[in-house]
C-alpha cells in the first residue's frame, strides 16, 4: 500500500487502489488542489496517489496540461502548509511555552530558554529546513509546525515552501510523464506504487544526511564554546 512512513495514514482507513481508481476517473484540476492541500496540511495523505496520475493523464488524454498540474499542486500544498503554519502560530507556540515553564517541561529539562534557542536557531536556519522538509517523507506536513511555533516570516515560509513542494511536484509528474510513456492505464497503480518505494528510499536517505549534518554542526559548536 502507498504511504507516507507516516505511524498512521488517511489510507489505514481508506483502500489505497480504490481511492487511486477513483481519482484516475475523476481527475481535475480542482482535485489536484484539494487533495494536495489535504497532503500538505495535518492530514496523512499521500501526493504519490494524486500528482503521477493526473501527470499521467495530462500525457496520455491531453484534458489537462502536465505544466499546470504542477503549478496547481505545488498552489494546493501551499495552501495547506499554510493552514499548519497559521494553527501553530496561533495555537502551539503558547502551548510550548506553558509546557516549558510547567513543572513537568523541567523535569524533561525543557525551559522557556531552550525554547528561545530552538526558536532562533529555526529563524536562522529555518528557510533552508523548510526547503529540505518538503522533500521529506513524514516530515513534509510536520515542517510547517516549527515554522508557525518560531514566528517564521510568513513571506520567507511561503516563498521556500513553494520551492521544496515544486521540486517535490516536478518529480512526480516526471514519474507520471515516464509511466505515460512506458506502462499501460490498468498498471498504472502498480507502477506508481513500486516506484514510490524508491522515492521514498531516496527520501530518507536525505533526512539521514541532514540528521548528520544537524549532528555534526552541534558537535563542532559544542567544542568552541568549550574553547572558549
Not at 501526493?47 to 504542477?70: C, F, T
Not at 502548509?81 to 525543557?110: K, T, W
Request: overall charge neutral.
Amino acid at each position: 500500500m502507498i504511504d507516507l512512513l507516516l505511524p498512521l495514514s488517511i489510507f489505514d482507513y481508506l483502500d489505497a487502489a480504490w481511492f487511486f481508481d477513483w481519482f484516475v476517473n475523476n481527475a481535475s484540476y480542482i482535485f489536484v488542489f484539494i487533495f494536495m492541500m489535504v497532503e500538505s496540511s495535518f492530514i496523512p495523505f499521500p501526493s504519490e496517489v494524486v500528482v503521477p496520475p493526473a501527470a499521467y493523464l495530462a500525457v496520455q488524454r491531453g484534458d489537462m496540461n502536465i505544466i499546470i498540474v504542477v503549478l496547481v499542486a505545488t498552489a494546493g500544498a501551499m495552501a495547506g502548509a499554510l493552514v499548519n503554519y497559521v494553527l501553530s502560530l496561533l495555537i502551539g507556540r503558547p502551548i510550548v511555552y506553558a509546557f516549558a515553564d510547567s513543572r513537568i517541561g523541567h523535569a524533561c529539562l525543557i525551559t522557556r530558554e531552550k525554547v528561545e534557542k530552538a526558536e532562533a536557531y529555526f529563524d536562522k536556519h529555518g528557510a533552508v529546513s523548510t526547503f529540505i522538509g518538503r522533500l521529506i517523507p513524514a516530515v513534509r506536513q510536520l515542517i510547517s509546525i516549527p515554522a508557525g511555533i518560531s514566528k517564521m516570516n510568513i513571506w520567507v515560509f511561503l516563498i521556500f515552501t513553494a520551492l521544496g513542494a515544486m521540486v517535490w511536484n516536478i518529480i512526480l509528474a516526471f514519474l507520471g510523464w515516464w509511466l505515460a510513456q512506458h506502462v499501460s492505464l490498468d498498471m498504472l497503480y502498480t507502477s506508481v506504487e513500486k516506484y514510490n518505494s524508491y522515492l521514498t528510499m531516496g527520501g530518507l536517505a536525505l533526512l539521514v544526511l541532514c540528521v548528520a549534518y544537524l549532528v555534526y554542526n552541534a558537535f563542532k559548536g559544542g567544542k568552541k564554546e568549550k574553547a572558549q
